[in-house]
């Protein structure tokens, strides 16, 4: 991988040097949405934390997204690909690669009979509303979803009783290695429990929902009712990514981590949440690196107590600060999530040609 190189600028006293990073450079002239190197992307998630991009493209179009894959094909860096990152934890060394998020060219609402047309970028609780007003019913739930439509069909993500998997008829997406744009039936998606069976470099541009008519006023009243329930149960009003661990078949990972006494918890600047067992707040100067820590002290204790392993929910990018001895120190892959059980959006990252794992 080539470095940066720098180019001498004068002033009138001294002379300084400007980094210029021909993988940005080469994105700029390729995109058509705004392209920024050195990016903070800690402010693109929900737990706030985590180190700057390379390269973060907002995506417009499809040719973005095909150039995104050339770039990372021809440069041999990581992708990632993020919604609201509301189920994201990004490494403290940051990612040393390209972060895509779809822009507003990936928006917007079609209904048509009992089908509902979304692009990918729409935000779960945005679109609940409009499918509402519109008069379907069976989609409230999703106001409870803190991501985008993409990341909630990778990961077949749910809340209250409902998920993905109750309305998709097909998904649209976008092959970073190729630039070409596939529709996948739902039968094609291999949906279970928070997961998809979506190629790595896939990226969920747009898809279609089968919902019931309904009355408006009901559905509005619906999800009144989960947004109270909400406030009232967990911490949305601190910094979190939603639910950290999947719940093991037949129970709860938020009573087991009550049970092991772990609610309330705290690694550096961060904590399991007093509210909701099964989350984790930051507080101002949390790393990375805490949170990390604290997943795997509540892991520990689960264990310990109950004989239960929970598996995390949360999907990770990026680099660790400081790699261990004999690591890579690039974190596990993640997947387009864009929410926890309620969910964000993180797709994946990947290292080799266009990027080996997306999410």
């Known amino acids: 991988m080539t470095p940066p190189t720098t180019e001498p600028t004068s002033g009138t006293a001294t002379t300084t040097s400007v ?76 990612v040393p690669g390209v972060v895509v998020q779809l822009g507003r060219g990936y928006r917007g609402l079609e209904f048509d009979g009992s089908e509902v047309r979304a692009g990918a970028a729409e935000p779960l609780p945005v679109m609940a509303v409009k499918v509402a007003d519109a008069g379907y019913q069976g989609f409230a739930w999703a106001c409870a979803v803190p991501g985008t439509l993409g990341g909630a069909v990778r990961m077949n993500a749910g809340a209250h009783g409902g998920e993905m998997a109750d309305h998709l008829v097909e998904v649209e997406v976008v092959r970073l290695r190729s630039g070409t744009r596939e529709t996948w039936p ?102 990375a690196e805490d949170v990390e820590a604290l997943i795997e002290q509540v892991r520990a204790r689960v264990a310990e107590s109950a004989g239960v392993t929970l598996v995390t929910e949360v999907a990770r990018v990026g680099l660790v600060a400081v790699a261990p001895e004999g690591a890579g120190g690039q974190a596990d892959a993640a997947c387009e999530v864009d929410a926890p059980a309620a969910g964000g959006e993180a797709h994946a990252t990947g290292t080799g040609p266009a990027g080996e794992g997306s999410a």
Do not use: M
Not at 33 to 52: C, D, W, Y
Not at 73 to 91: E, H, I, K, Y
Not at 207 to 224: F, K, M, N, T, Y
Not at 247 to 254: F, K
């Open 19 to 94: 980094e210029v990073d021909p993988l940005v450079t080469e994105l700029q002239g390729a995109c058509r949405g705004q392209v920024v190197g050195n990016a903070s992307i800690a402010g693109l998630t929900t737990l706030r934390v985590g180190g700057p991009a390379r390269v973060l493209v907002t995506a417009e179009v499809d040719e973005d997204l095909a150039a995104v894959g050339r770039a990372c094909a021809t440069w041999q860096v990581p992708f990632a690909v993020v919604g609201r990152g509301s189920n994201l934890l990004v490494g403290d060394g940051g």
């Open 186 to 287: 739902v039968q094609a998606l291999g949906l279970s429990y928070r997961h998809s069976e979506l190629p790595d470099d896939a990226v969920v541009v747009g898809a279609a929902l089968r919902l019931l008519p309904g009355d408006p006023a009901s559905i509005r009243a619906d999800i009144d009712r989960i947004r109270t329930w909400r406030r009232t149960h967990q911490p949305l009003n601190e910094p979190n990514c939603g639910s950290v661990f999947t719940n093991p078949p037949g129970d709860s990972a938020g009573r087991l981590i009550e049970a092991a006494g772990a609610k309330g918890l705290r690694v550096g600047g961060a904590q399991v949440s007093d509210r909701h067992a099964n989350f984790i707040v930051t507080r101002p100067g949390a790393r």
